[in-house]
């Protein structure tokens, strides 16, 4: 079987939330960071039809990037990566050894206390800001008008900040829900964003390209009404 781009890119991006990755038979890849302060779950066009684990994903995606249009031949204990004339054979590890994501849970959002949509531009402008500046959170925040999406520091508020206005806002609430950038590693998509003040969001992705949920945990000294 072949691995579509996009499934490559899928990987790439899981392998900044956990170095590591184990799988199973279907449609679905599934990560979760080692601090469990972020996981994400996609849908890709390849049928897997074997579970497998692998511990160091970056170097499994530098063997992928040996070859131009690779086949990929899974057993119970290795894949087979091959060219016209070339293979490696990748050993599986063991998954144990790898923090997955729970099987027997699985993270619903029904009430969220904030639904709202944030364009990938803007994500990626407060990122870029963050670096810059070198603030360690990022924030969706509501001053009772409108609302924004802020890189800060909260734990210094006489440090710099840098705001990008997302939307007008009806309800007055305010709201301020403060996720560490470390933590904001979600692939260039725009999202549908889901806030509670139990601890957690959820961003959705809305590309009808892309079925792709982030769950990414709410700082403690987040606050809402």
Same mark, same amino acid.
């Given at each position: ?8 890119? @899928?990987? !790439? ?19 979760? *960071? ?70 027997? !849970? ?9 639904? @709202? ?10 990122? !870029? ?38 939307? +007008? ?39 009808? +390209? ?6 990414? *945990? ?8």
């Amino acid at each position: 079987m072949q691995i579509s781009n996009q499934t490559i890119q @899928i990987l !790439k991006n899981f392998a900044m939330i956990n170095p590591s990755i184990a799988f199973e038979p279907g449609e679905t890849l599934q990560t979760i *960071a080692t601090s469990k302060s972020i996981m994400a779950k996609a849908k890709i066009s390849e049928s897997l039809t074997t579970s497998g684990a692998i511990y160091d994903l970056s170097r499994f995606l530098g063997v992928i990037s040996l070859f131009d249009k690779p086949d990929f031949n899974f057993t119970e204990s290795q894949v087979v990566v091959s060219g016209e004339r070339s293979s490696v054979n990748y050993t599986f590890a063991d998954s144990s050894m790898i923090t997955t994501p729970p099987k027997d !849970k699985q993270i619903t959002i029904d009430n969220p206390d904030v639904d @709202i949509n944030i364009p990938g531009d803007k994500i990626q402008s407060v990122l !870029k800001a963050a670096a810059v500046l070198q603030l360690p959170e990022v924030s969706v925040m509501c001053d009772g008008a409108q609302v924004y999406l802020q890189a800060l520091d909260s734990k210094n508020p006489s440090t710099d900040d840098y705001k990008e206005e997302l939307m +007008d806002w009806t309800n007055e609430t305010k709201f301020n829900f403060i996720f560490k950038t470390e933590n904001f590693k979600m692939m260039q998509f725009d999202y549908n964003v889901k806030l509670t003040s139990r601890g957690i969001a959820q961003f959705t992705s809305t590309s009808s +390209d892309m079925e792709l949920i982030y769950w990414v *945990a709410v700082e403690a000294n987040s606050t809402y009404g």
